[in-house]
Every structure is written in C-alpha cells, then in structure tokens.
C-alpha cells in the first residue's frame, strides 16, 4: 500500500459529526482535565503546544503488557522494538534507547538503554497512568529527551475529605497461550484524611515465544531463492521469562501541604535466542541461548507545598539502583549467572520545582533546579561498558500566555554535564588510562502555541531544542555484545547530540469525534549511530564503531476515533517516518516500517451482559528495507533470515463484559486474540527478524476483580 493509499484510508474512516453523543465506556479518549508532563503547568492536552497522550482507566488496564514499549505501541507515533514477548522498548518518532526520556512520576530514570534490546525496567501493572509527550522536551527534562518523554506515575495516594478511611483494591489474573504467560497481581489502598497507603505487587511467569511452524531452510550450500526462510520456527528455544514487580507507598497530608515516600522494586530473568552459531553452523551446533538476570529499585521522596496564594513547591529527592548481569553465549540462566557481563550504579536526583499561577506577564509556568550524580561500576569479565561517573546540572524556566483563543508556551534550560570513565571502576582491561573525562555544556529552548479556530478545531504549533549528551557506552565501550551479535567500540571523541524539532497539527475534539493530523521535523546534528566497519574480531562477529553525521528524521501521523453509532465506534491511525544521514544520504537505522492500524468497537445494549464490547482490528505494516551497517543488517547476507522486512497484516479479536459482585465496582473479564489468523511474518522492530518469525497467535484471558 502506497503512503498516500494510506492516508486516504484513514480519512475515509473520519466522517463528519452529526450529533453531539457521550462516550461509550472503554473509549481510547483520554482525561481531558489535565496533563502534567512536558508542559509548564497541568492543563487540558487540548491546549498544549506539544503532542500529548494519557493512558489511564479501562483503557490501559486493557493495553498492558509485560513491557512499557508493547503497552504503548497502539498510540499514533509510538511503535516498540521488540524481542520474542519479553522486550518492549518504546520507540517515539523514529527514535529510541537514549533518545526516548523514561521518567518514574516526573523523575528521570536510566535503563542502561545502550543496547537495542534493552527495554526500561517498567511494569505499567503498577502504575496509576501513562503520560507520553512526542517531541523534544529538554527544557524541562535536559538530555535524552530527543524524541519524547514517556512518564509512568505511579499508583496515586489518595486521601478522603470526610474523616473516613477507605480501603479497597483490586486483583489481576491472566493467562497468555501463545508462551503460556500466567500473570497474577494484587494492588491495596488504604485513604484516610491524613495518611494515605499503596501496595501492589504482579508476577509474569511465560514460557517460550511460539512462532507459525513454517518451513526452516539452512545452508551451506545457499539455496537459490530460500535464503531469507528463518532458521527457527514454531517454539522458539530460549525466550522464556519471569518478573516479578512490587510498590510500597505512604503519604502525608497537613497544612502544610503532601508529603509521600515511595519504593519500587523490578527484578527480570530472561533467555535470549542467539543467531545459529557463526552464521554457518546449523542451529543445535553451537551455544544458542544467552542468560540474563535484571534489577531495578526506586526510592522517591517528595513533597506538594503551597507557598502563598500563586505558588507550590515540589521537592523531590530519588535514588535507583540497577543491576544488568549477562552470562556468555551457550550459558542459559537455568545455569546460573557466570559473570560475563555485570554492571551496576546508581543514581542520585535532587530536583526543585516551583509552579506558579499568574505572575506577571504570564498565567502559569513552572521554575526549577535538577541536580543528578551517577556512578556506575562494571565488575564482569568482558568490558562491554566502562565503570565511570557523569553529574548533571540543570536549570530551567517554562511559562505560559493565554490571549483569548492564543495559548502561548516558550522557556529555556541551561546544563551542565560531565561524564568520566574510570578504569578503578572497570574489572576488565579499558580502551583507556586511568580516567578519560568530558565535559557539555548545552542551552536549550522552546517556543509552541495552539489557537481555537472554533470550539471544536485547535490548530497547534512547535519549535523546540533538544540535547544529548555521549554516554559512557558510547564513548568507551569495547567488547562483545550478544544483544546484536557483534563487538562494538566506543569513540571518546563523540559531541553532544543537538536537535531542532518542528511540527504543526490540526486536533479536532467533540463528543462524537477526536481527531489530529500532525507533521514535524527533527534535525540532529551530530546523531550518534553504530556503524559496521566490515571487518571482523577474531571470533567471527562484526565490528561495530560509534560515528556520528548530521540527520533530518521527518514524519506524519494522523489519528481519529469517531461514533458511527450510540454503540459502533471506529478509530484509526497511520504513522510514516522518513530519517536521512545526511552525510551518506542513507536511511538511518532503526526507524519503524510506515503502519496503518484501524479498530472498530461494538458496544451491544440488549445483549444480557453488562456493559459488554466485541473489537476487531487490523494492523498492516508496509515493507522495509534494512539501512546499510545497521544493527542486524549482517542478517541480510546470513544463509538464512533477513534483516529487512516484507510488508504483513495480522488480525486481532477482543471482547469483554463486566461482572456484578457484592461491592460498588463489577469485576471485568476481558479475552483478546492477537495474530488472529497466525499470519507469518517479521516486524522491521522485531530483533528476531534475523534468524526467526514474529509471534504467533496469542489468546490471553485477563480477570480482574475489585476487593
């Protein structure tokens, strides 16, 4: 299908409103009362200079998956890379990893994102919404905030305003056929006036990913014309996972204001499906599975305190603490980690806000001070990525003007970042002496508007700086990395990443419809990528060299859900990005295949269920081609698989009903069959595409009931 074949779809399926309608429940639109992230103070998305989505409710309870990146992956302008069932990394507008800003309630968080397959350490079970802002947002978030900021808040602390304590709560249970994933979680609130309580805790426990059980194909010698067949189908060996997630949380509410202190805690355990051996051996003649074992732990303590009539203070002090240990090639985590790979740090953040109501020229704005110390420790026997050090200091202003229909939001940020790599940190011999240090310092900006054509109709604009600093992989890394099967090196000679983003959008809100089309352009100069130099280690795998090259990433996506009926709703999405290097002319790596994805949702009054829903979808990816030395594009010249992909379409299936009980809120069952059909295919994002198929059919049950 053509790009324009794809927006015309689109538009076909966005007539006009006749009559102005609620929304039926379980709709995708979102609270239109206020957002809080990547804007200067919480207000309607409607309004905001930035594109904006929120993901809470019934809706997210029905997109969650194990990973961050699969539960967003519906959203216009965000798809997900992928690894069997078990990684989901989001990607915004063509850019991922380091380049996305991960944020735990509005504190920045780090995943250690270097490698293609690492997805945040985020189970979306245990939070309260979803805030994803496409577009750069350094101002308030200083680096990696290139492509966009996702934002997990957390279960909300509630307290009640009748001197009464309310406890209540909800339980999950889930089960997934295509790995036979069991998913059992429990959440608890305890509100009272003054203190409030939070706890949750879910368990994924999954098998291995199953994939359509087609033909396999491996040489020597090459086969005319069955070269791109994969080398596993149908049960893929080593992709099995358990994660197990917790939070504990307590506020405090006085005259003073809120105080709230919260932990959360991730653990991992995974398989990785490696490549047939060499790329010559046949699967089953060598080491085929990689062990990982993963950790996160967050501790925040933050407060809310007025300060006179037009200010709030919001203090935040955060620790994390991240583990990432990875066993050698042939070493699956049923044999325990072998310490390959172990690398570890933590992270310190002390950040100030001051929010304010009108204040001179301006209704709203947001002042503040970020200061963020990380030390990191790499103690395996292969030095992937260095032990070392990296402080930052930021300061930023964001403020807003509202002239009749005019909304007008700009700030600046000044920071200051130095990275070190420190050989006492680094078990494993460094490309480097002692201690090899850089310093940034970076200014940023940003100037957006949006102006009410009419009451339905907001016409949105933005121009915004964005930053990032090398980080220590990227600057020292020398070693084997099984992620994307080659050895990769670092360049301590790389600059900061500097970017302009424009974009421009129509958005279109009323009972019946919601709807945007949105264009933008993100110039970087310096983009940092892995480059396949074409020569070989001496075990075999390529080298991979961190470069850099100006590049343009351009893009359109456009979005709609509109009610044909009080019970029929239909809502699509196409997403098209283009990114150039501007030095070579060549494709930048990684970006996602153009989609179109359209959702039709029956919502039957008759029917002797309570509020039940039937949905049908349809998901179509067109065809892409490998960019040249990326990651994975040695799969392109393997005797088997491919690195770039054919154009595919899948099916999906849901419904669901809610159950009466004995309390105020009904239970919920919900079935979803994704692959209805079992299609055959590899997704362009999928790091399997190399060697094996995309998933499956996937029939998962979801039951959750309140206590």
């Not at 009419?454 to 964005?466: I, K, M, P, Q, Y």
């Not at 809100?509 to 352009?521: E, H, M």
Request: one cysteine or more.
């Amino acid at each position: 299908m053509h790009r324009a074949g794809l927006v015309c779809a689109l538009l076909s399926v966005l007539p006009l409103a006749q009559a102005d309608e609620p929304e039926t429940a379980g709709s995708a639109v979102l609270d239109p009362l206020e957002v809080t992230t990547g804007v200067p103070a919480p207000g309607d998305p409607a309004i905001q200079a930035a594109s904006i989505d929120v993901l809470e409710g019934r809706e997210k309870e029905r997109r969650e998956r194990a990973s961050l990146g699969q539960t967003l992956e519906h959203l216009s302008g965000v798809s997900t890379v992928t690894a069997g069932n078990n990684v989901g990394k989001p990607v915004i507008r063509g850019l991922s990893g380091n380049r996305v800003r991960i944020l735990s309630d509005g504190i920045a968080v780090d995943h250690q994102q270097f490698g293609t397959r690492h997805s945040p350490n985020v189970d979306p079970f245990l939070s309260e919404r979803i805030e994803v802002v496409r577009g750069a947002s350094s101002i308030l978030y200083g680096s990696d905030a290139l492509g966009g900021v996702v934002d997990v808040k957390p279960l909300a602390l509630g307290f009640s305003e009748d001197g009464a304590r309310r406890v209540s709560g909800d339980t999950l249970v889930g089960f997934g056929s295509n790995n036979e994933q069991w998913d059992t979680g429990l959440r608890l609130r305890s509100e009272g006036p003054a203190w409030s309580f939070v706890g949750a805790v879910v368990r994924r426990d999954a098998g291995n990913t199953t994939t359509p059980s087609d033909p396999v194909f491996f040489p020597p010698p090459p086969g005319p014309g069955r070269q791109d067949e994969p080398a596993y189908t149908g049960e893929l060996d080593f992709t099995d996972f358990e994660q197990t997630t917790g939070q504990v949380g307590v506020g405090y509410q006085g005259d003073f204001g809120t105080v709230s202190l919260r932990y959360t805690g991730w653990r991992n355990e995974h398989n990785f499906l490696l490549p047939p051996p060499a790329g010559n051996l046949p699967p089953g003649a060598g080491p085929e599975g990689i062990g990982q074992s993963l950790e996160n732990d967050e501790l925040q303590l933050r407060g809310e305190l007025p300060a006179g009539e037009r200010w709030t203070l919001r203090p935040i002090l955060a620790w994390q603490n991240n583990l990432r240990r990875s066993n050698a090639a042939g070493t699956p985590r049923s044999e325990l980690f072998d310490g390959t790979i172990d690398v570890e740090f933590d992270q310190y953040t002390a950040r100030l806000e001051a929010e304010h109501g009108l204040l001179g020229v301006f209704d709203a704005g947001t002042l503040g001070i970020e200061y963020r110390y990380k030390e990191q420790e790499s103690r395996g026997t292969t030095q992937l990525t260095p032990g070392g050090e990296r402080t930052n200091i930021g300061a930023f202003a964001f403020e807003q003007r509202t002239i009749g229909a005019l909304t007008l939001q700009g700030g600046l940020r000044f920071d200051f970042i130095e990275t070190v790599g420190d050989e006492h940190r680094t078990r494993a011999p460094t490309p480097f002496s002692g201690h090899a240090s850089n310093d940034y310092r970076v200014t940023t900006g940003s100037l957006g508007a949006t102006y009410a054509l009419t009451r339905e109709l907001t016409l949105a604009a933005n121009a915004s700086r964005g930053f990032r600093a090398p980080t220590l992989f990227e600057q020292f890394a020398d070693g084997v990395h099984g992620g994307v099967a080659a050895v990769q090196r670092g360049n301590p000679d790389l600059d900061p990443e500097r970017s302009l983003n424009t974009d421009l959008g129509l958005r279109w809100r009323s009972p019946r419809i919601s709807a945007s089309a949105t264009v933008y352009r993100n110039r970087i100069n310096d983009f940092i990528f892995l480059q396949d130099t074409g020569a070989s280690a001496p075990n075999g795998l390529p080298i991979f060299v961190n470069r850099q090259a100006d590049a343009t990433l351009k893009g359109i996506e456009l979005q709609g859900s509109v009610k044909i009926t009080e019970t029929v709703e239909l809502s699509a999405g196409v997403d098209l990005v283009d990114g150039k290097n501007e030095r070579t002319g060549e494709e930048l790596p990684l970006l996602p295949a153009d989609a179109f994805r359209v959702e039709g949702t029956w919502s039957p009054r008759r029917l002797p269920l309570n509020n039940p829903y039937i949905r049908v979808g349809m998901r179509y990816n067109a065809s892409k081609d490998a960019a040249p030395g990326e990651p994975f594009a040695q799969f392109d010249d393997a005797p088997f698989g491919t690195a770039s992909t054919d154009s595919y379409m899948v099916y999906d299936l849901g419904a669901g009903f809610e159950i009466p009980g004995p309390g105020t809120r009904p239970a919920r069952l919900d079935l979803e069959v994704r692959n209805l059909t079992d299609e055959s295919y590899r997704d362009f994002l999928d790091t399997y595409k190399g060697y094996a198929l995309s998933p499956g059919r996937n029939v998962s049950v979801q039951l959750r009931v309140p206590l």
